[in-house]
Antibody
Framework: QVQLVQSEAEMKKPGASVKVSCKASGYTFTSNAMHWVRQAPGQRLEWMGWINAGNGNTQYSQNFQGRVTITRDASASTAYMELSSLRSEDSAVYYC????????????????WGQGTLVTVSS | SSELTQDPAVSVALGQTVRITCQGDSLRSYYASWYQQKPGQAPVVVIYGKNKRPSGIPDRFSGSSSGNTASLTITGAQAEDEADYYCNSRDSSGNRMFGGGTKLTVL
């Protein structure tokens, strides 16, 4: 069965960086892109960006341009999301989500999600 | 525009039908997917593409689309359907976006 297991909660100071991991199992990691989505307490889901796990190409939301870097280690079936210059507003649960994109049928969605990683930014 | 708009809250009587809508320009070109999120849990996809349900999602969940509006309909709402619902779509560049979410209360 497909599983996305994320790293543990992190506490960071303003200005620091955080790197969250997402280890995939149960499918061929390089066959599907991986997205990152975050959710601040009581707030909406917010899409951050994605990585083509096959070739490593990335695309980021303009809201995070310059601060977010998504990478992957295909040999370890793991995707990473690093967010820099942290501020208190970045305190949120960060999720990875497995992509399904079928152009012929127009199906674009996230079929599996990680359990979420709480990142707290506080001085 | 790369935004999706949802009503913040909707309520439905137990066993009745409720429709949750999502509006945005991207929906003229791409289907929405819909996610159910309960407190403290990760989202779960309930509808994607042209009214498709993943395995395990009850058939009381259905989706439709017209113009710039996508809809999620729950026919015969159950107490366990009380949750936040988010729509998601993509733009022509491949960026994804979520609606603001709709809090569904089952009375």
């Amino acid at each position: 069965q497909v599983q996305l297991v994320q790293s543990e909660a992190e506490m960071k100071k303003p200005g620091a960086s955080v790197k969250v991991s997402c280890k995939a199992s149960g499918y061929t990691f390089t066959s599907n892109a991986m997205h990152w989505v975050r959710q601040a307490p009581g707030q909406r889901l917010e899409w951050m960006g994605w990585i083509n796990a096959g070739n490593g190409n990335t695309q980021y939301s303009q809201n995070f341009q310059g601060r977010v870097t998504i990478t992957r280690d295909a040999s370890a079936s793991t995707a990473y999301m690093e967010l820099s210059s942290l501020r208190s507003e970045d305190s949120a649960v960060y999720y990875c989500a497995k992509d399904v994109s079928v152009v012929v049928s127009g199906d674009y969605y996230f079929d599996y999600w990680g359990q979420g990683t709480l990142v707290t930014v506080s001085s | 525009s790369s935004e999706l708009t949802q009503d913040p809250a909707v309520s439905v009587a137990l066993g009745q039908t409720v429709r949750i809508t999502c509006q945005g320009d991207s929906l003229r070109s791409y289907y929405a997917s819909w996610y159910q999120q309960k407190p403290g849990q990760a989202p779960v996809v309930v509808i994607y593409g042209k009214n498709k349900r993943p395995s395990g999602i009850p058939d009381r969940f259905s989706g439709s689309s017209s113009g710039n509006t996508a809809s999620l309909t729950i026919t015969g709402a159950q107490a366990e359907d009380e949750a936040d619902y988010y729509c998601n779509s993509r733009d022509s560049s491949g960026n994804r976006m979520f609606g603001g979410g709709t809090k569904l209360t089952v009375l």
